[in-house]
């Protein structure tokens, strides 16, 4: 390969991944929840959060943001399915960046570390997991435990 078409697929490559990121973001909806209770470090969410009405349409969240005065960086409360739920601290493990929530990807825009839903590591350079909440849940209401 010559310098030319090094120089040339370098900047088609680059420009691919811009727009896959920039697509991400797009496609994201993102909501902070307000409306949470605290209580003896027990954060409690209301199951309905997950569900918005938008222009008469139903949109079921897979995630929600929580973002509590005691604690550095926001929440985000992941539906893995109907029953299960996974809570997710948003600093990076590599050198504390605010993560960026996506679906099912969290990217952090420092270094570029990514981790899945369940807050396991995807991609390098974070070597650690996210860290997680215990939590509990009943028909109404889904109760997370910051310590
Ligand atoms: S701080 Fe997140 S990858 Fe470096």
Redesign the pocket.
């Known amino acids: 390969m010559d310098r030319r078409s090094f120089i040339k697929s370098s900047c088609i490559s680059c420009a691919s991944g811009i727009g896959a990121m920039w697509l991400l973001q797009a496609c994201t909806t993102q909501k902070y929840v307000t409306n949470f209770e605290i209580k003896d470090k027990k954060l409690t969410i209301k199951k309905s959060e997950f569900t918005v009405v938008k222009k008469d349409k139903t949109i079921e969240q897979k995630f929600l943001l929580i973002k509590p005065d005691n604690v550095s960086f926001p929440i985000a409360l992941y539906k893995l399915n109907e029953n299960n739920y996974k809570a997710l601290y948003l600093e ?1 493990t ?4 605010e993560l960026t929530p996506h679906e099912t990807v969290l990217v ?1 825009p ?4 990514e981790f899945n839903s369940k807050g396991e590591v995807t991609q390098g ?2 070597e650690n997991n996210l860290k997680t909440f215990e939590i509990s849940y009943d028909k109404e209401n889904i109760y997370i435990q910051i310590n």
């Open positions: 990076c590599h050198q504390g960046c952090c420092c270094h570029g570390a350079p974070a």
